[in-house]
């Protein structure tokens, strides 16, 4: 799915508007390992994940990496807290894969919203999808056993499967590399 297709799912725009949505937009490229937001680093931009995989990680208190959120082709990630509070990332993003990003800055995205006033319609509702699945990620972390987790998401996220290291899976759920090997064999 392109960008524009993307887009068309929530608003319309014409082409001339659309030219001016991308005009916002600055496109980078990430090779794996390399990071879109820097631990400490104040986010300064919403990144659609144009083509790649992502990881958004922190710190546990005893130093352990811990997987938050992981985004793939046609999604939209950021540090929101920093991005809109101006503070400091305690976040990573980084890239599992190589991917190609467009970049929106908070200034960009003012502008932008006040240019095509309906483009604040589509991040609304990217929003509201965003905050969907994460109060499914709640529920089911506060209703599930480990193991039910697990097959929820390599049922529901399949792509995922294909792209994400099982370590890294296992930090996202919170068990071990192990543990999921022992399901693995299970099933």
């Known amino acids: 799915m392109s960008l524009k ?20 937009l ?15 680093e104040r986010c300064q931009s919403r990144f659609y994940i144009k083509k790649g995989c992502v990881r958004m990680y922190g710190y546990t208190e005893k130093g352990k990496e811990q997987i938050y959120h992981f985004g793939i082709d046609n999604w939209w ?23 190609e990003v ?12 006040q240019q095509l006033p309906k483009t604040e319609r589509l991040f609304r509702m990217v929003m509201e999808r965003a905050y969907m699945a994460f109060q499914k990620r709640l529920e089911f972390l506060f209703s599930l056993s480990s193991e039910e987790q697990y097959r929820h998401f390599i049922e529901v996220n399949a792509a995922f499967t294909q792209r994400v290291p099982q370590y890294m899976l296992a930090s996202y759920l919170g068990v071990t590399p ?5 399901i693995r064999s299970k099933m």
């Open 178 to 182: 192990e543990f999921i090997s022992k």
């Open 102 to 113: 467009y970049c929106l800055t908070l200034d960009k995205f003012e502008q932008l919203c």
């Open 26 to 40: 600055e496109t980078k490229s990430f090779a794996p390992g390399t990071q879109l937001l820097a631990y400490e």
């Open 77 to 99: 990630i950021s540090n929101y807290e920093s991005l809109l509070n101006d503070t400091p990332s305690h976040l990573v993003i980084e890239a599992i894969e190589l991917t």
């Open 5 to 24: 297709e993307y887009v068309q799912r929530y608003i319309s725009l014409s082409e001339e508007e659309y030219t001016v949505f991308l005009s916002y």
